[in-house]
Each structure stands twice: as C-alpha cells, then as structure tokens.
C-alpha cells in the first residue's frame, strides 16, 4: 500500500509530519538491493526513529534510504560505494524505502509497483 503520505512521527514535507516513506512486504531474509549506485551514508537520529538505517547517495543529489535491516552485508559501511543491485543486507518484513531528489522527499511508491516482479 502506498503509505507515503499517512501522519507520521517526524516532519519530513513542508514541515508536516508524514510516513514521506513507504514500507513495503519482503520475506523475511530476502536480501535488500541498492536501487541504485552511490556512497553509503548512515541515517540521523531523526531519520531512524522514521525506520531510515542508511542512504545510497547517489550524484546528482538523489539519496535512496532504506531500514531498518535485520543485518548488513559484508562490506556495508558509511563511505563504502555500493553498485546497482549490489546487496545491502537482510530485510526483515516489512522494509522501508525513502527517496529524495535534490532534498525533497519524492513518493518511490509508483516507481516499485510499476517495477514488481509479477506475483504468482
């Protein structure tokens, strides 16, 4: 379900408190992909309480966040470039993905449904 814009604990969109995330259902195990290259950067305090672990920072100002993992892959650290599909670590069920272009908080919810492997 598309929970971007559901109340949530921290002001992340013109100061308003939303999710400006979504949570999406993964097997427990499965293992969390970057959706895209860039430099791992660790998620702040706020970002955390929001269920942010960390962020693929990727040129031109596009971060992608993701958390909480069960665990991280080897290798996974603040500063390490990880490549496209490369795995982050485990995702418990459920996983939250955060996008941000240019430091505003875009909705991935349409982009994961329209790029989800057929069910069945």
Do not use: K, M
Not at 26 to 34: D, E, F, I, L, Y
Not at 39 to 59: C, S
Not at 107 to 117: E, G, H, Q, V
């Amino acid at each position: 379900a598309d929970t971007f814009a559901l109340p949530g604990s921290v002001p992340c969109a013109d100061g308003a408190r939303l999710q400006c995330a979504v949570t999406i259902a993964s097997a427990p195990g499965a293992t969390a992909v970057a959706a895209a290259g860039g430099v791992l950067h660790p998620a702040t305090v706020d970002e955390r309480e929001e269920g942010i672990a960390l962020w693929v920072v990727t040129p031109p100002g596009d971060r992608v966040g993701y958390g909480a993992l069960a665990d991280y892959a080897p290798g996974v650290a603040p500063g390490v470039h990880v490549a496209p599909g490369q795995g982050l670590g485990t995702a418990p069920s459920p996983l939250r993905i955060a996008w941000e272009h240019s430091g505003v908080r875009i909705n991935p919810f349409p982009l994961l449904a329209a790029t989800r492997a057929p069910i069945g």
